[in-house]
């Protein structure tokens, strides 16, 4: 038998876990808590010589986003990703075709890797990736629960290329975990461990442009079949996509321009910040003043605007019941430089410099959005993320030193 010991590390809030692979009803190696210490002890205790030791400084911060197929998720996990620092990179040395992404500060796992049918199950069963029926919920509960715990996991992967449920993989806790997928919202007991939600909500006028502009002109698809694909995915993203925006605490919606009269290219957007009131430790951005209702016009000499121009909105409303603040932008920037003259006008925007939200825009220029509003407010709302969890990793160092205290 080896001997494994567990330090605790210099935080006071700090758990060490050692696991054992054990084989779940479903196949796959979890890792089962059998030790945690906290305080200033050194433990030892005896393990086969394949035990894991994992140890997290206090709870991992979990963010969810929600958003259909093709909506933006990539993009928006690179801008947030990039605020805090590090290039996001597959697991090194694991499955080539892994989903997950991991950076210094970020751990981002994509929900598809919770299917519980692969692609020839699903049409066997003739149910899509969006049917509740072909996800693993209890698995996707129990991981995230763990890893929100400072547990390391072994997570299944679905590879998007051959449409197989792949071998697992190991999974530690980062600071900040990211789920992405259809369903972060969808199950109560998931939803329950975020500490911050997001929903992408991309109309289905702008959703079937951006479609065509993809699909026709990079993958040769006919508009037929485009459209078949789309109408095929609805009743099931009506049922059980959609409805989580009610449940999200910012939605970044992307609609057609009001600018132009009967536009059909998506080229130019109109893109809301629907920010919910009264979460815990995020306070709505707004423009000039904050709960009043504003239109503004930036265009002029201190912004470049050609056709059809920029406009502005900000004022509160209500969105399913909830009190929220909406900040709005309609039009497109010419020049990225110039931001910074709408950023010096608006608050609560959680930069640690004047200009930041300027800086990370003009990192990111060939990101799909950079010059509207989609990549303006994904970038805010990453910038609101690092303040979010800021607060929440402060309040947790706080309290036990104060119990120390005491």
């Not at 400084?57 to 093709?70: H, K, N, P």
């Not at 040395?93 to 519980?116: A, F, M, R």
Request: hydrophobic fraction near 35%; aromatic fraction near 8%; glycine fraction near 8%.
């Amino acid at each position: 038998m080896a001997v494994s010991t567990v330090y605790t590390p210099p935080s006071l809030n700090s758990t060490c876990s050692i696991s054992t692979p054990t084989k779940t009803h479903l196949g796959f190696n979890q890792k089962q808590v059998v030790f945690y210490s906290t305080g200033k002890r050194t433990s030892k205790r005896s393990f086969s010589s394949s035990s894991i030791i994992t140890c997290a400084a206090g709870e991992t911060v979990v963010i969810g986003l929600a958003a259909d197929s093709g909506c933006g998720k990539s993009t928006f996990m690179r801008r947030l990703t990039s605020v805090f620092g590090g290039a996001a990179e597959p697991p090194k040395g694991g499955n080539p075709d892994s989903n997950t992404l991991i950076s210094d500060t970020t751990t981002v796992i994509c929900l598809d890797d919770y299917h519980s049918l692969d692609r020839t199950g699903r049409k066997e069963k003739g149910v899509t990736a969006l049917d509740p029926r072909a996800n693993n919920f209890d698995l996707m509960y129990e991981q995230v629960k763990a890893i929100k715990s400072g547990v390391a996991v072994e997570k299944p992967i679905y590879n998007h290329v051959t449409g197989l449920l792949d071998p697992p993989e190991l999974i530690k806790p980062p600071k900040i975990l990211v789920i992405e997928g259809l369903h972060p919202m969808f199950d109560e007991r998931v939803r329950d461990l975020l500490d911050f939600s997001i929903y992408l909500d991309i109309s289905n006028e702008v959703k079937f442009a951006w479609k065509i502009q993809r699909d026709m002109a990079e993958r040769g698809h006919s508009l037929e079949s485009i459209k078949a694909s789309i109408e095929a995915r609805k009743p099931d993203f009506d049922a059980y996509i959609d409805p989580q925006k009610q449940y999200a605490d910012a939605v970044i919606e992307v609609l057609p321009t009001q600018l132009i009269p009967d536009d059909n290219e998506g080229k130019v957007l109109r893109v809301r910040l629907i920010m919910k009131e009264g979460v815990k430790h995020f306070s709505p951005v707004y423009l000039f003043d904050e709960g009043s209702t504003i239109s503004w016009i930036p265009c002029g000499r201190k912004l470049t605007c050609s056709y059809p121009g920029i406009k502005f909105f900000y004022g509160p409303d209500t969105y399913f019941g909830h009190e929220v603040s909406i900040l709005e932008m309609d039009g497109q920037f010419d020049r990225l430089d110039e931001l910074i003259y709408v950023e010096s006008h608006l608050s609560n925007i959680s930069t640690k410099f004047y200009g930041e939200v300027t800086q990370q825009m003009l990192k990111h220029t060939d990101f799909p959005g950079s010059n509207n509003g989609t990549g303006l407010f994904q970038t805010i709302v990453g910038l609101k993320i690092r303040d979010l969890f800021e607060q929440i990793t402060s309040t947790k160092t706080a309290t036990p030193l104060e119990a120390t205290k005491a």
